[in-house]
T-cell receptor, first 109, second 113 residues
Framework: DAKTTQPNSMESNEEEPVHLPCNHSTISGTDYIHWYRQLPSQGPEYVIHGLTSNVNNRMASLAIAEDRKSSTLILHRATLRDAAVYYCIRSDTGNQFYFGTGTSLTVIP | SAVISQKPSRDICQRGTSLTIQCQVDSQVTMMFWYRQQPGQSLTLIATANQGSEATYESGFVIDKFPISRPNLTFSTLTVSNMSPEDSSIYLC??????????FGPGTRLTVT
């Protein structure tokens, strides 16, 4: 989705927190924000989703800006297994997924 | 959750030919989706396939090029027709098991020579 942009790549040290930003400035009021990650040769897998409020689950936290034009995925303590491409996605009322450009996360031991 | 399989996992095809990709899920689902992931790129939605109705295609994708079948609630096929090297991509299916989550298959890696 050309309207959902992410940094191409980011690095983090192991055991450190990681903040992955996403810009979705044209999101509509009913679109959800999702984050998925993709390991090599696999399909994307669910990380977290939200609409307006910040969300926490066992994998990560999602911080959504008040104007909803951006969001940040937070991995609290990066591990080597978190190395993947992370996609920010917006979904419409039909649950069609429109993927962002993706951020390749490298975790440094 | 859902277990999704795709066949073939990969293929090398000659230009001008067609390839049909199968997607099988281990439970009944209403909505299935097909995506294309070009080399080094993000995923792009091709179409939404609901059982019992015609697939709905996204802008830039047409039925003549990517015909889709959805004969029952656990199966769908995507055909890539009259292939050219530009069709070389990974094609993934996904299923909708709830309003906010999709499960993805492992993908079919297609190379067109």
């Amino acid at each position: 989705d050309a309207k959902t942009t992410q940094p191409n790549s980011m690095e983090s040290n192991e055991e450190e927190p990681v903040h992955l930003p996403c810009n979705h400035s044209t999101i509509s009021g009913t679109d959800y924000i999702h984050w998925y990650r993709q390991l090599p040769s696999q399909g994307p897998e669910y990380v977290i989703h939200g609409l307006t409020s910040n969300v926490n689950n066992r994998m990560a936290s999602l911080a959504i800006a008040e104007d909803r034009k951006s969001s940040t995925l937070i991995l609290h303590r990066a591990t080597l297994r978190d190395a993947a491409v992370y996609y920010c996605i917006r979904s419409d009322t039909g649950n069609q997924f429109y993927f962002g450009t993706g951020t390749s996360l490298t975790v440094i031991p | 959750s859902a277990v999704i399989s795709q066949k073939p996992s990969r293929d090398i095809c000659q230009r001008g030919t067609s390839l049909t990709i199968q997607c099988q899920v281990d439970s009944q689902v209403t909505m299935m989706f097909w995506y294309r992931q070009q080399p080094g790129q993000s995923l792009t939605l091709i179409a939404t396939a609901n059982q019992g109705s015609e697939a709905t295609y996204e802008s830039g994708f047409v039925i003549d090029k990517f015909p889709i079948s959805r004969p029952n609630l656990t199966f769908s096929t995507l055909t890539v027709s009259n292939m050219s090297p530009e069709d070389s991509s990974i094609y993934l299916c996904s299923v909708d098991l709830g309003p906010y989550e999709q499960y993805f298959g492992p993908g079919t890696r297609l190379t067109v020579t």
